[in-house]
C-alpha cells in the first residue's frame, strides 16, 4: 500500500509538470502572436494615416493648380484669395489638420529685391500645402510644395516687397524665427505666420501697398520683438508699423535670442578670511624644490654663489572651517632682469593630493600669475573645498632671483540674509518716448527678496539692466552689487547678482574700478580727498569700495587709483549728492 502511494503522488507530480511547460509554451505561442497582431495593427494604422494624407495632399495641390493664378491666395495672407490657412478635414476616421501657405517668389534668374531686372519681385507663386494627424500621441506631418507660374508677364501692381530680417545678440540671423504679419487697414485683413530661412529672413514680395503693417517675431524659448502701434501713453512707438509702398522694398530687421534667469540676492556685509604667508621661515611651505627661504622670501637656491634654476614651492592647504565662496589670490612678486616667477592654484584632496586647477575653471592658471590680486571667486565651493599656492621661479642669469615676498587665498565664511527688500529691475532697451521725451522702457519691474535673500526673475531677455533699492523706503543703501550695474545680462543664462546692503544714509559713492575690457580690478586702492575728508580703500573681489561716512554734498572730491599693473588713475571735481555712483577705468 505505501509503495502504491508513492505511485500515486509521482504520477501527480508528472503531470503537474506538464500543465506548467504546456502553459508556458502556449503564452510564449499567443504571446509571440500578440506581439506580432499588435505590430502589424500599428503598422495598418500608421499606413492608414500615410496614404490618406498623401491622397489628401494630391487632391488639395491639383485643386490649387486648376485655380486662376489671381485668385490663388489665402485668407488673411499676404497674397490673398479664398483659401483658409487653417482647417481640418476628416478621412478614413482620421482628423487631418490642413495649413495652407502661399508666397510669392523673388527669383534669382532675374536677380532679387532692388537687383531684380525689372524691378519686379513677384516673380511666382509658391505653394504649400501640409497635413497634420495624430497617431497614438504623436503628431506626423506631410507636406507637398508646388510652384504657381503666371501665364504672363509677373506684375507687382498695387503691391511692393516686405522683407524681415532677424538676428540675435551677436547680429546672426536667427533661423526658423515665427514672424507675424498683420493689417487691418487692407481691402482684404491679412494675419499670417511665417517661419525665417537660412538667413534668418522673411519675404513677402507683393505684399499690398498699404501703412499699418504690425510685425511680431517669436521663436519658443528667445525673447520677442515688434513693431508698436502709436497710444496716448506711448506717441512715439520705436520701431513702429511698416508702411509698403509699391514696386518698392521695405525691410525692417529684430532681434531675438535665447531667454535668461537672474537670481537677485540680498544680504548683510560678508565675513572673510584670509590664509597667507610673508615667509618668515618655511613652516607653511609643503614641498620646496631648488628654492629656499631667505630675509622673508622664497628665492632659487644658491649654491656657491649660483642659484639652481628652476625651482619650484607649494604651500600647505587652505581648508575654511566654513566656506560661502572663494575670493581672490594676491602674490607680491619681484622679478630683476632676466628672472620670472609665476605663482598657480592648485586643489587640495582628502588624501592631500595637489591637483592644478585647469584654466576651463581658473583662465590662465596652466601659464601662472604674476605680482597682484587674481579673481577666484568664479571656482565651484562644492568642487573645490581645499586650495593651496604654488610656484614656479627660474633666472637665465645665475647671479640673480626672483623673490616672492608674500601670497595668500582669501575666501568669503558666510553673509547675513537680508530679507523682504524690494528691488527694482528697468531693463535699457525702449519701444518708445512719451510726449515729454521720456524713455519707455520695455522691461521693468519690481521684485521682494524671500526669507532667504534672493529673487529669481525668469524668462529675461537679455540686456543692460538697472538694479536699484529705494534707501528711504527700504532703509539700506547699495554697498556693493557684483556683478556691477548695470547689470548685463547675456542669452541663455542662469546668473546671480549679489547687492551687498547697509543701512541707508543721505550721501555715499559706491566706486567701482574696472580695466579697458570692463573685467573688475580687485585690490586697487582708491584714494578719496577733499578738505577735511581722506579716506583709502581697497577694491574687493568686484572691484568695488563704498563710501558711506564723513561725506558730504559737494562737487570737489579728487580719487586717486593705483593697482599693481596699471597706470595710476586720477579723477578730480567728482560730485555727490544722495547714493552716487561712479565708474573709474584703469589702463595698462
Known sequence: MYITNNHIRDNSGLTLVGVIVAAALMVLIFGGLFSAFVTLTDMISRQKGEAGAVALLNERIEYIRSLPYNTVGTVGGIVPGPLLQNSTTTLNGITYSERVFVNYIDDEADGTLLADDNLITADYKVVKVEY??????????????????????????????????VFDATVQPVVGANVRVVNNTTTSTIDTTVVTNSVGRAMFPGAPAAAGYE???????YSTDQTYTATTSNPNPNPPHVAVIESAVSSVSFS??????????????????TNGDTFTDNSLLQTENNTTVIGGAIVLTDVAGVYNSPGDVTATATVPTTLNRWLTINSDIVTPANTNAYVQLYSVDTAGVYTLIPDTDLPGNSTGFGTGVVDISGLAVGT????????????????????????????????????????????????GTSASATPIYKYSSSTVTNG????????????????????????????????????????????????????????????????????????????????GFDVTKTTSVCGQVFYNSGLGVFSDYDIDVTAAGYLPENVTNVSVSGNSDLVIILST
Not at 537679455?462 to 534707501?471: A, K, P, Q, S
Open 132 to 165: 497634420t494627424w495624430d497617431h497614438k500621441g504623436t503628431t506626423t506631418k506631410r507636406f507637398l510644395v508646388s510652384n504657381i507660374v503666371p501665364n504672363g508677364i509677373e506684375t507687382l501692381a498695387g503691391g511692393g516687397t516686405l522683407v524681415i530680417n
Open 384 to 431: 573645490y573645498d581645499q586650495l593651496a599656492l604654488g610656484a614656479t621661479l627660474s633666472t637665465t642669469d645665475t647671479a640673480v632671483t626672483p623673490e616672492i615676498r608674500s601670497w595668500e587665498i582669501s575666501y568669503e565664511e558666510s553673509a547675513p540674509v537680508i530679507a523682504g527688500v524690494t528691488v527694482d529691475l528697468v531693463g535699457n532697451k525702449t519701444i
Open 452 to 531: 532667504s535673500g534672493s529673487a529669481v526673475l525668469t524668462d529675461l531677455e537679455w540686456d543692460l539692466y538697472g538694479i536699484t533699492v529705494d534707501g528711504a523706503s527700504e532703509g539700506y543703501d547699495i554697498a556693493e552689487a557684483c556683478a556691477n550695474i548695470p547689470y548685463a545680462l547675456n542669452p541663455n543664462v542662469d546668473d546671480t547678482v549679489l547687492l551687498t546692503l547697509q543701512p541707508h544714509v543721505s550721501n555715499t559713492l559706491r566706486i567701482y574700478v574696472e580695466d579697458t575690457a570692463g573685467n573688475p580690478v580687485p585690490g586697487a586702492d582708491v584714494r578719496m580727498q577733499r578738505t
Open 256 to 273: 531675438i535670442d535665447e531667454l535668461s534667469d537672474l537670481t537677485l540676492v540680498t544680504r548683510g556685509t560678508p565675513v572673510t578670511n
Open 215 to 221: 510685425i511680431s517675431v517669436s521663436k519658443p524659448g
